[in-house]
């Protein structure tokens, strides 16, 4: 079974108060569908179902402070307390002491050393390669350890020629932000089911849907909304992929750190993170098993991978 990870940066599990949180007011009815009628939210969790299991993870794995984005996502690549070995969580984008664990024992790194395929699913713009290039950006966790493991980024030819998929799942944001008019637009759904073959062609994918950071960090309630519920067209897409699903895909959805759950505060949240597990209940079980905090993350999806190769 292949494993499909879908990062949403910023996302906790909070009360059902749809005067904070876009995930109480958003319509999601795939995800209710997928939960049998429970939405992303705290009292959600735990559930097991026919087709997921919901888990509220920590992301403060036993350290003081409000988790960071360059610390979380570095957890959810390696699998390693590194909040806990610094003495401190840090973010937004890696320090040299945490990228110092991006490098070699990532999911990333560990696909291409025993020879299985990975990709990071996202197109990234020119300006954006124009950016590192120059050295006025510098690469958040997952990309760092994408090309760090020797992989390389997909870029705007990727995107036109159906090979990835723009950073909110449709490309609308290509045309509308980026200049580029004629990049292709897709529908939430056929996203959805873009992104479920594309997921096909590699034992360890990940896609990174960074706007709902975003969203939260500036309060916007309305563009919330809209974002959550353009992933629930997504989710519908790999829904209706749920047989082929069962048997070949399972599909992985957490965060790095709370935020976008609260739109009172622009800060980061100490709530836990959603695991969104879809698929073969076998599957998921054992996915699961004993799963508590972040750091559960990456090894079980590398025990996802090697049943990958060792059933080929």
């Known amino acids: 079974m292949k494993a499909l990870f879908i990062f949403l940066d910023g996302i906790g599990l909070g009360r ?26 705290k009292e959600s969790a735990p559930f097991v179902g026919e087709r997921a299991t919901l888990l509220a993870i920590d992301p403060a794995v036993g350290v003081e402070g409000l988790p960071q984005s360059a610390t979380g996502q570095a957890i959810l690549l390696t699998g390693k307390n590194i909040p806990a070995e610094l003495g401190y969580h840090y973010g937004p984008k890696p320090n040299p002491a945490v990228a110092a664990y991006l490098n070699d024992e990532t999911l990333f790194s560990r696909c291409v050393e025993t020879g299985r395929k990975a990709a990071l699913l996202n197109a990234y713009p020119p300006r954006y390669f124009h950016g590192i290039n120059s050295g006025k950006r510098n690469y958040s966790s997952i990309p760092l350890a994408a090309t760090n493991a020797g992989l390389v980024l997909f870029k705007h030819d990727d995107l036109f020629a159906g090979r990835a998929l723009s950073a909110d799942f449709t490309g609308q944001g290509w045309r509308t932000m980026l200049g580029f008019p004629d990049a292709p637009v897709l529908t939430p759904y056929l996203a959805g089911r873009k992104l479920f073959s ?115």
């Open 16 to 41: 059902n108060d749809p005067g904070i949180n876009p995930l109480a007011r958003a319509k999601m009815p795939n995800l209710n569908a997928l939960l049998e009628g429970r939405s992303l939210l």
């Open 198 to 312: 594309l997921a096909m062609e590699y034992d360890f994918s990940l896609f990174e849907y960074w706007a709902s950071d975003y969203a939260g960090h500036k309060q916007q309630m309305d563009t919330a909304v809209e974002l959550m519920e353009a992933f629930d067209g997504v989710l519908g897409g790999l829904k209706d992929e749920g047989e082929r699903m069962k048997d070949e895909l399972l599909v992985v959805v957490t965060s790095d750190h709370g935020n976008m759950e609260d739109l009172s505060t622009r800060r980061h949240t100490d709530a836990h993170v959603p695991a969104l597990v879809i698929g073969s209940k076998t599957a998921r079980d054992e996915f699961t098993s004993g799963m508590t905090d972040l750091t559960h993350i990456a090894p079980a999806i590398w025990r996802t991978v090697m049943r990958v190769s060792s059933s080929k």
